[in-house]
C-alpha cells in the first residue's frame, strides 16, 4: 500500500499575527513555522500504519524553498519520501490541482490530508483532491482502519459520529483523534540524520491559475476593557447578560 | 442569474443557520436585482422558509442515509437547473463535509468563515476570519460560479417575506460506493456547532467528578458543554467537547469559561463567540483580556450562586 500525507508549513499556534506591504502580506519575521497540527495527527497515523503494514508513506508539501525544514521533519519522523511543489500557493483549488497530479502518477491508496490548516483554516483541500482523483472522501475523520483494499474509518458530525466503510483509494481529512496528542512522534537522532539521507524531490507547478484573490489582511480590532462583576454579586452578572450583551 | 442558498435541516425542520443563510441570500439577491432560490432536503415545513425570502424552494425528497457525495451530486444538479451562480451555505461539519465536493464540480471559487455580508458585489469579495480568528481576510471570488461558506451567528436573522413557491424533488435510488452508519452517543445533548450558548470547563474544575457544575450552568441556559484540551487530554470529558485551535471552532453568542486559564491556542478557537464571560480565581489569568465580563473567584463558590441566580432570572 502507498499512503501520501499533504503537509502545511503553518505559524506556530504562539505565533504573533502580523502583516506587511500594506496589510497584503504575511509578515513572517520572527516567526516560527511547524507542520499543521491536523496533519501531523494523520502523518501519525500513516507511520502507524506502516509499521503494521507493508506500506510506503510519502508526504507532499506545495510550497517554497522555506518548507523543506518541515519536510525534512516529516521525514525524520519516519516519512520514506517527500516532494516539494516549487511554487506559492494562492488558493486551496490550486493546492488540491498539484496534489492530485502526483497522485494520479504515482497511484497512493490512502491520501491524507489536515481537516483544516491553522493559518488560512480553509477546510478545503481534501475535500477537493478526492473529487479530483475520483476517490472516497471521510472528513474530520476520528479513526481509520484499513486492509490492502478497504477502509472502515469514524468521522466526527456536529451531533456524533458516523461510521463510513468502503474501498480503497480514499481520502481523509485528518485531525486529533485520529492519534492522541501523547502519540506524536518526536524524531529522535537516528530519524534526523536518516531524514538527511531521504528523497526530497522538488517538482515544478503545474497549476498557475486561481480562482479567489487575496485583496487585504485585517488585525482584529482592538478590545474594550473586560467588566468585572465580584463574586458577591453576581445577579449584577445576570443583568449585564441580559440587558447589555443581549445574550440570555 | 439567481442566488441559490443550501437549507440544513435536522429531522424535518430547518435548522437555525438556514435561516441566517436565507436572511444573508435575500439581501444578496435584493443588491443583485436577482431571485433568491433554496434547496433543502426532506423538509416537513418547507413554508417556515417563505418569511426569511426564499421565493422558490426544491425540497429533495430522499430516504438515502447522510452520504456526502451524493448529496453533493443532487446540490449540484438543482443548483444547475434553478441557474444558480451563488452557492450560499452554512458551516456545519456536513456542509464543510460537501462543498469542498461541490466547488470541484461546479468549477466555482469557494470561501469558508465568511463573517460578513460581502465587502464588494462586483467583484465579490468577502471578509473571512483566518489565522484561527486571529485575523480576517478580504477574499475575491473570481470564477463564474462562488460558493460562500458563512459563519454561524455572524449576520443575523432577518424577516423579509416573499411569495414562496416549492417543488418536490424526488431523488431516484443512488449507488453509494460507502456505508454509512451514524453512531447516536450524545444523545439528546445541544451541539457545540449549533448551540447559542457554550459553557466550557478547564482545568481549575479539578476532576470529572465536578462536571456537575457545568453541566448544571448548561442545562439552566440551554446550553452545550465544551472543555478546554488538556481536559479532553486527560480523559475527565469526551474528545468531543475539545474546543479551540485544535479543536472544535465555537461561534457562539455567549460563551462561558470557568476555570480555564485563557492559552492562545484555547482563545483562538473560541473568538468568534460574540460575549465572552470568565470565571476564574487568579485575575491574572490571560482569559481576562479576551473576555467581556468577568469574575475573579473560586469556581466552587460562584457557579452554584450564578445557576441560583439565573434559576429565579429564568422564572420571572
Ligand atoms: C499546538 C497546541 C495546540 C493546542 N490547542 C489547544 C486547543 O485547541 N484548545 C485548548 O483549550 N488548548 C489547546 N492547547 C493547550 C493550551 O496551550 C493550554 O495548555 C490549555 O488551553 C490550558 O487548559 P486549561 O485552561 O484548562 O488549564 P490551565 O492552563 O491549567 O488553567 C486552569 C485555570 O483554572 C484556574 N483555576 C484553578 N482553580 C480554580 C478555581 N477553584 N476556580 C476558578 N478558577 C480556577 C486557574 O487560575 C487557571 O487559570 C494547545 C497547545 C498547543 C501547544
Not at chain 1, 7 to 26: A, H
Not at chain 2, 101 to 127: C, G, H, M, W
Not at chain 2, 218 to 234: E, Q, R
Request: proline letters at 4%.
Amino acid at each position: 500500500m502507498k499512503i501520501l500525507v499533504c503537509i502545511s508549513s503553518v505559524p506556530d499556534t504562539t505565533s504573533r499575527i502580523n502583516f506587511i506591504d500594506n496589510e497584503t502580506e504575511f509578515d513572517r519575521s520572527g516567526v516560527q513555522y511547524v507542520i499543521n497540527p491536523n496533519d501531523e495527527f494523520g502523518l501519525t497515523r500513516a507511520i502507524w500504519l506502516k509499521e503494521k503494514e507493508s506500506c510506503e508513506v510519502h508526504v507532499i508539501c506545495v510550497g517554497g524553498i522555506d518548507t523543506d525544514p518541515i519536510l525534512r521533519k516529516a521525514l525524520a519522523i519516519g516519512a520514506d519520501q517527500a516532494f516539494r511543489v516549487d511554487t506559492k500557493p494562492m488558493d486551496a483549488n490550486q493546492v488540491a490541482k498539484e496534489i492530485s497530479d502526483l497522485v494520479k502518477e504515482k497511484e497512493y491508496n490512502l491520501i491524507i490530508a489536515g481537516r483544516e490548516s491553522i493559518d488560512y483554516n480553509g477546510g478545503m483541500v481534501p475535500g477537493m483532491i478526492a473529487t479530483l482523483i475520483n476517490a472516497n472522501y471521510v472528513s474530520n475523520c476520528v479513526s481509520l482502519d484499513v486492509d490492502q483494499s478497504n477502509f472502515k474509518a469514524i468521522r466526527e458530525t456536529d451531533g456524533g459520529k458516523e461510521e463510513i466503510s468502503g474501498s480503497l483509494p480514499l481520502v481523509i481529512g485528518s485531525q486529533k483523534g485520529l492519534v492522541e496528542e501523547s502519540d506524536l512522534i518526536i524524531p529522535n537522532m537516528r530519524g534526523i540524520m536518516m531524514s538527511r539521507k531521504k528523497p526530497l524531490t522538488i517538482i515544478q507547478a503545474k497549476f498557475k491559475t486561481h480562482q479567489t484573490k487575496t485583496v487585504k489582511y485585517q488585525k482584529l480590532p482592538p478590545k474594550s476593557e473586560v467588566k468585572l462583576v465580584k463574586p458577591e454579586k453576581i445577579n449584577d452578572l445576570i443583568d449585564l447578560l441580559h440587558n447589555e450583551a443581549k445574550v440570555i | 442569474m439567481a442566488i441559490i442558498v443550501y437549507l440544513e435541516t435536522e429531522n424535518g425542520s430547518f435548522k437555525k443557520s438556514a435561516l441566517e443563510v436565507s436572511s444573508y441570500g435575500r439581501k444578496l439577491a435584493d443588491e443583485k436585482k436577482t431571485n433568491l432560490c433554496g434547496i433543502t432536503f426532506n423538509s416537513s415545513d418547507p413554508f417556515k422558509i417563505e418569511k426569511y425570502g426564499v421565493e422558490k424552494l426544491i425540497n429533495i425528497k430522499t430516504d438515502h442515509v447522510f452520504d456526502a457525495k451524493i448529496y453533493a451530486d443532487l446540490l449540484c444538479k438543482n443548483f444547475r437547473d434553478l441557474g444558480g451562480t451563488i452557492f450560499i451555505t452554512g458551516s456545519s461539519a456536513d456542509s464543510r463535509f460537501i462543498f469542498p465536493i461541490i466547488s470541484i464540480l461546479l468549477d466555482a471559487s469557494y470561501a469558508t468563515n465568511v463573517v460578513e455580508f460581502p465587502s464588494s458585489i462586483s467583484p465579490l469579495v468577502l471578509k473571512r476570519s483566518v489565522f484561527t480568528n486571529k485575523a480576517f481576510v478580504f477574499t475575491e471570488l473570481k470564477n463564474k460560479h462562488k460558493i460562500i461558506g458563512i459563519l454561524n451567528n455572524s449576520f443575523g436573522i432577518f424577516e423579509s417575506e416573499r411569495k414562496l413557491e416549492v417543488k418536490d424533488y424526488i431523488s431516484e435510488s443512488l449507488d453509494s460506493n460507502v456505508q454509512v452508519e451514524s453512531i447516536k452517543e450524545d444523545g439528546e445533548k445541544i451541539s457545540i456547532a449549533d448551540a447559542e450558548i457554550v459553557v466550557s470547563g478547564g482545568r481549575g474544575l479539578k476532576g470529572p467528578e465536578n462536571w456537575n457544575l457545568v453541566e448544571d450552568l448548561a442545562k439552566t441556559l440551554g446550553a452545550a458543554t465544551a472543555c478546554s484540551k488538556p481536559v479532553s487530554d486527560m480523559g475527565w470529558r469526551p474528545h468531543s467537547e475539545h474546543v479551540g485551535q485544535t479543536g472544535k471552532p465555537v461561534a457562539s453568542n455567549l460563551y462561558i469559561a470557568i476555570g480555564v486559564s485563557g492559552a492562545i491556542q484555547h482563545l483562538a478557537g473560541i473568538n468568534a463567540s460574540k460575549c465572552k464571560v470568565v470565571i476564574n480565581n487568579d485575575p491574572e489569568a490571560p482569559f481576562f483580556k479576551a473576555a467581556d465580563y468577568g469574575v475573579v473567584g473560586d469556581a466552587f463558590d460562584v457557579v452554584p450562586k450564578l445557576i441560583e441566580g439565573l434559576k429565579k432570572f429564568k422564572s420571572r
